[in-house]
Structure formats: C-alpha cells, structure tokens
C-alpha cells in the first residue's frame, strides 16, 4: 500500500525555521519524485517544491526560493523541507505527493500524483 506520513509543522514566529517530513511506505524513493504543496484559505493549491529521484532535479516555486531547501534521505525513506526565514505568508496546510515511475519535476504540479500525505498546518504568526 501506497503510503506518505507527514510529520513536522506548528506555530512558528516570522523569521523562524520549520522542517516538514514525509515518510514514504510501499514503495522507494529511487523510484518516485516528490513534491511538495500547500493551501490556505480561500486560495488555491500551490506547487511549493519537487525534488527528483536522482536529485539533481530540483524545483522550487518563487516565492520560496532562497528560503526553502528539499532534501531527502533514502535510508529512511524520508523527504524533508526546510523551510527559513519564514513569513506570515507561509502560513498554509502543506502536502507532499509522490508521482512513481517519474524522474524530473518539469510537470509536478500538473501530473497525476500515486500518493498524497495527509497534510499538516504551518502557521507563522507573532
């Protein structure tokens, strides 16, 4: 069974750090791109990161670049987002998916995602 768990996330003052999880089951990560998105409300979901099996394939969305970092560790099945200097616009659920059989992230945001986690709350608030 195809499975991502999310973990991370929380309250965090502007200008602080975060580091999201996804722990991926059912399948590796040499195997699978995974992305990263987010949604606040009343706005739409927004492609945040993407990172490829080899990794050399990286994408992140604008208004994250240079503050957010995607990494991953294959010994435990894990993709991570660092997320910096972070602003009250931040503040939204984010999600990864993982899309198998896929090695770049030219279309993440628009292709067919196998598994999505369950989403977790990032708030950036004084």
């Known amino acids: 069974q195809l499975q991502l768990v999310q973990s991370g996330g929380g309250l965090v003052q502007p200008g602080g750090s975060l580091r999201l999880s996804c722990a991926a089951s059912?399948?590796?990560?040499?195997?699978?791109?995974i992305g990263w998105f987010r949604q606040a409300p009343g706005k739409e979901r927004e492609g945040v990161s993407c990172i490829s099996p080899s990794v050399v394939n990286q994408r992140y969305a604008d208004s994250v670049k240079g503050r957010f970092a995607i990494s991953r560790d294959l010994a435990k099945n894990t993709v991570y987002l660092h997320m910096d200097k972070l602003k009250p616009e931040d503040t939204a659920v984010y999600y990864c998916a993982a899309y198998l059989g896929v090695y770049d992230c030219s279309s993440y945001v628009t292709s067919e995602v196998d598994a999505w986690g369950q989403g977790t709350q990032v708030t950036v608030s004084s």
């Open positions: 059912g399948f590796a990560l040499d195997y699978a791109t």
